[in-house]
């Protein structure tokens, strides 16, 4: 039987603002998927977002949701997650949004090891505003504001909030829609901030500068350079040169900020 | 009984005043010089189950607030010229998705990093224009210790019966000086707390002016979902670009306001009756222009205060009212002429006014106040 995503889905709030070909929409059905078999009450849950193409999502699942101001998710969501720490605390967000104007925030709540989950849509531009360059495009690419290639360097979104102190973190792309739930589910269920960088598409302002024909060719390089880190691990740095792992990069335990701060309370003698 | 007597800072009588409201919440990032109603919260907030978090930053700070009061709590947020320069962006968002909160900002002297330590009266203006866009302002201006106390209390009362966020604008004197307070006792105050929604969840919409200008609102995790934006929305939450929704959504975020202005605007009128002479002052800079106006009063000189203590909205029916009975106002302010600004618009031409303006770090001293009122033809 068919997956009913109706049931997460707001009603009356579709179609979604995304273009024809953006992956953004197969992560939200893989997040609606994850959310399905963690049974999480929507009630109980709260999906933050900023500003972009990414964080309009919010709007379009039945939930506490909350669409902040451009990078501000992670620092709203804190306050949300502080205040209620009985609540599932789900962001969702661009490239753009979360490592270049919200790049602040993120590395603090990776720090801070909040227990909420961080899911990026890395599509390697600012889309909403016409495809100007993120600190995530790739250098020499093109975008409205690179139009001799772009001088600067990319960040690695995975290998930031790891170094920032996260401490679950996965990759995966909106071209293996099947894995997408299973990251999300799991990053949920890890006890501490989670990130999930998911690969994406725009083929409206990246690809149709970049030399892409079609969505196919942009979905078949997501494709083409993923690779699982199982299959990493036998593979050599020559053949492993223009890849990108995926999967689930790093898991470690470290004491949750949320338990931490209830054990200030303790020690102030606030505990009921 | 007696009550409990204190002799605190400023800061500190704005931290307890603050519990006292039922405030559960604070979000903050050091700053001089109001770091220290972070130090006292971080202390006092736990012991009572409620939450402190210094974030990263201050916008950050101020997001936080909004996340903790969206989730249902009293939130406080303390800061200082720059930070509230870098928080603005917030509180206009605060404003369009009408969330209570308190933001308790110390006025050093500026623009950016200025005088940290020196006091000033040069953020109103920054409280009322900072953030882009129309939306209501509430600022309040204590003159005191104990006077702090309270009115923190009334801007929480304030922010949770208007649903936006409500400033305090004590300058550095007041927020450092230590005084004599005497602490209300629980329920000599009132305390406000925010309407939430009597429909069933499935009912719930958080801008439906069906229940008047001030919406109920829910929290997340109280069993109700629902979308908030900063975009333009719908009485439902969701974004429109729609012109009658837009246009009737605007007017009515600032008419919940200023349909309200007598009971929000409070003020002092000392020795008013038969001035020729106004001085109107605020925060520390009226305890001076008390004194001078005794002084004066020694000489013979007709002159009296009038004691700003709601900056926005602006007392415009009292000044106005003043400006048909007086030869003159004299404005004294730790800025160039702000107050006077809106002095100028309410008076509209009918009475003179000589503003005192010192942005040095120094506070206004009563003689530079009587000398300015014998100048008053």
């Known amino acids: 039987m068919a997956f009913d995503y109706e049931k997460y889905i707001r009603p009356g709030k579709l179609p979604h603002i995304w273009c024809p070909g953006c992956g953004h929409g197969i992560v939200m059905k893989g997040l609606i998927r994850a959310m399905d078999s963690l049974k999480l009450v929507k009630e109980e849950t709260a999906i933050v977002s900023g500003i972009g193409c990414a964080s309009r999502l919010p709007g379009y699942i039945d939930c506490c949701t909350l669409h902040t101001a451009h990078g501000r998710a992670a620092a709203f969501a804190t306050g949300v997650k502080m205040a209620k720490p009985e609540m599932n605390v789900i962001l969702v967000g661009g490239d753009g949004d979360g490592t270049a104007i919200g790049g602040n925030h993120f590395i603090h709540a990776c720090r801070r090891n909040i227990n909420m989950t961080y899911i990026i849509m890395n599509n390697y531009i600012y889309g909403m505003t016409g495809g100007q360059f993120s600190p995530c495009t790739p250098t020499g690419h093109k975008a409205s504001t690179t139009p001799y290639g772009n001088p600067d360097p990319g960040f690695d979104i995975a290998k930031l909030a790891i170094g920032a102190g996260a401490t679950f973190v996965a990759r995966g792309t909106a071209f293996h829609a ?45 494709k083409e350079v993923a690779v699982p880190v199982k299959a990493a691990e036998k593979m050599t740095a020559e053949q492993l040169e223009g890849k990108v792992l995926t999967g689930v990069l790093h898991k470690v335990e470290r004491p949750e900020y949320c338990e931490e701060y209830a054990k200030v309370i303790e020690r102030a003698g606030g505990a009921k | 009984m007696s009550k409990k007597v ?8 704005a931290a307890h005043g603050a519990l006292y409201a039922g405030c559960k919440f604070f979000a903050g990032y050091p700053i001089t010089p109001s770091t220290e109603v972070s130090e006292v919260l971080s202390i006092e907030l736990p012991k009572i189950g409620g939450k402190f978090i210094q974030m990263e930053d201050e916008i950050g700070a101020m997001a936080a607030l909004l996340g903790g009061a969206l989730a249902g709590q009293k939130a406080l947020t303390s800061t200082s010229g720059p930070g509230l320069s870098l928080k603005q962006e917030l509180i206009g968002y605060g404003c369009i998705a009408e969330i209570p909160c308190v933001v308790y900002n110390v006025m050093r002297g500026g623009p950016s990093t200025g005088m940290p330590t020196g006091p000033s009266q040069s953020d109103v203006m920054c409280a009322k224009w900072g953030t882009h866009g129309d939306h209501a302002t509430i600022a309040l201006m204590p003159a005191s210790v104990q006077e702090t106390f309270e009115m923190i209390v009334r801007a929480f009362n304030l922010a949770e019966k208007y649903r936006m966020p409500v400033h305090v604008l004590p300058d550095e004197i007041v927020a450092h000086m230590r005084e004599r307070i005497v602490f209300p006792e629980p329920g000599e105050l009132e305390v406000i707390d925010r309407t939430t929604p009597s429909v069933p969840p499935a009912e719930y919409k958080p801008y439906d002016t069906k229940f008047g200008d001030v919406p109920p609102l829910a929290a997340f995790g109280s069993g109700y979902k629902f979308h908030v934006t900063g975009l333009n929305k719908l009485p439902d939450g969701f974004p429109t670009t729609k012109a009658e929704y837009v246009q009737a959504e605007e007017e009515r975020q600032v008419r919940k306001v200023m349909a309200n202005v007598d009971e929000i605007v409070e003020f002092e009128e000392f020795m008013l009756d038969d001035a020729e002479v106004c001085v109107v002052a605020y925060g520390s800079t009226s305890r001076s222009a008390r004194y001078a106006v005794n002084a004066a009063r020694e000489q013979g000189i ?8 709601t900056f926005w909205p602006f007392p415009d029916k009292q000044i106005k009212a003043l400006a048909q009975k007086v030869k003159g106002f004299i404005v004294p302010e730790m800025n160039l002429g702000m107050c006077s600004l809106e002095i100028e618009r309410c008076a509209q031409g009918k009475a003179q006014i000589l503003g005192i303006n010192r942005v040095d770090g120094e506070p206004i001293n009563p003689e530079q106040i009587i000398e300015k009122i014998k100048e008053v033809k």
Do not use: W
């Open chain 1, 178 to 222: 099947n894995q997408i739930d299973k990251l999300i589910a799991e990053a949920i269920q890890h006890k501490g901030f989670s990130v999930v960088e998911i690969l994406d598409d725009c083929p409206t302002t990246y690809g149709r500068r970049n030399k892409f024909k079609s969505v196919i060719e942009m979905m078949n390089r997501l």
């Open chain 2, 6 to 13: 204190g002799f605190l800072q400023g800061n500190e009588a």
């Open chain 2, 302 to 309: 007709k002159v009296g205060m009038f004691r700003i203590k």
